[in-house]
């Protein structure tokens, strides 16, 4: 959902020494946040992309700041909050 670009120039990073670790936090970012919003692409709608890509932002400056003492409870437990009102239902 979000390009590398979007999310080095939300960084504020300007050089591309760090483009790997940042593709790589891109993807875990997607995948914890459908995971946490328990969402399949095909259940992405409209009305959700601004609400997931907030997120994934999030979750990429979290873990890109925090590389070596992150709080992965804290982050799941922000994460359910910031996609509370989109998350599925099913277990």
């Known amino acids: 959902m979000l390009t590398l670009d979007e999310v080095k120039q ?3 990073v ?3 020494e760090e483009d790997t670790l940042i593709e790589g936090l891109i993807k875990t970012a997607d995948s914890l946040v ?3 919003g ?3 692409q095909p259940d992405i709608s409209d009305a959700s992309k601004p ?3 907030a997120a994934e932002l999030y979750t990429v400056a979290y873990l890109y700041e925090h590389r070596e003492e992150a709080d992965h409870h804290g982050l799941i437990l922000t994460l359910r909050a910031l996609l509370f009102g989109i ?3 099913r277990f």
Request: proline share 0%; aromatic share 6%.
């Open 10 to 12: 939300y960084l504020r």
């Open 14 to 16: 300007d050089s591309s």
């Open 34 to 36: 459908r995971d946490v």
């Open 38 to 40: 328990r969402m399949s």
């Open 51 to 53: 609400v997931m890509m």
């Open 87 to 89: 998350r599925e239902e």
